[in-house]
């Protein structure tokens, strides 16, 4: 299954409001995850079965979908989320991976 | 505290093999499944490998499919990745990775990871 993120780069500031979205090429239900990373560190999951917030994941983020759309949405930017951002789904083998959504600082 | 520590990585020719280790500390090993997932310079996620708790079940994706060979050693707390055939597009940081639904039959997300080895494919 091939999962296609966009945009692959988007810019914007501080306190703004941002969608994500990903698209697979097959039905993936709702077995879509969300993960952010910085650069130099590992990945950290954000958001399991499209939109349930993993414990301690700021509310700002939210996620919603399924079957093959689904959307990551940050309500109000802070300097920390500044990221890349992948979807992996988990519904069938092999797991697969988005190209990634970089967030820059406009 | 659960801890991922990945060893074996290393320059090799093309055609060569290496074989990554991942020590899993902190959590019932045998419980979980795991994944490799690797990322090439600059460039995104890509997942290579996972297997169930038991090891019963192995997933690979197609671009590694028949050349590498995922494992583990549930009495040692470690996983294994034999890669054999090694071509340069295999060069990248290779994480383990821990899956975060306990029970061990499905492989889904995965919520601690290893800090990564390098693994580099060059003449």
């Known amino acids: 299954i091939q999962m296609t993120q966009s945009p692959l780069i988007l810019s914007a500031s501080v306190g703004d409001r941002v969608t994500i979205t990903c698209r697979a090429s097959q039905n993936v239900n709702k077995w879509l995850a969300w993960y952010q990373q910085k650069p130099g560190k590992v990945p950290n999951v954000l958001i399991s079965e499209a939109s349930i917030l993993k414990s301690g994941v700021p509310s700002r983020f939210s996620g919603s979908g399924s079957g093959t759309e689904f959307t990551l949405t940050i309500s109000s930017l802070q300097p920390d989320d500044f990221a890349t951002y992948y979807c992996?789904?988990?519904?069938?083998?092999?797991?697969?991976f988005g190209q990634g959504t970089r967030l820059e600082i406009k | 505290e659960v801890q991922l520590l990945e060893s074996g990585g290393g320059l090799v020719q093309p055609g060569g093999s290496l074989r990554l280790s991942c020590a899993a500390s902190g959590f019932t090993f045998s419980n979980y499944a795991m994944s490799w997932v690797r990322q090439a310079p600059g460039k995104g996620l890509e997942w290579v490998s996972g297997?169930?708790?038991?090891?019963?079940?192995?997933y690979y994706a197609d671009s590694v499919r028949g050349r590498f060979t995922i494992s583990r050693d549930n009495s040692k707390n470690t996983l294994y990745l034999q890669m054999n055939s090694l071509r340069a597009e295999d060069t990248a940081v290779y994480y383990c990775?821990?899956?975060?639904?306990?029970?061990?039959?499905?492989?889904?997300?995965?919520?601690?990871w290893g800090q990564g080895i390098v693994a580099t494919v060059s003449s």
């Open positions: 992996q789904q988990h519904n069938s083998y092999p797991i697969t």
């Open positions: 990775a821990k899956d975060m639904t306990s029970g061990g039959n499905f492989i889904t997300r995965s919520d601690y």
């Open positions: 297997l169930t708790g038991s090891g019963d079940r192995t």
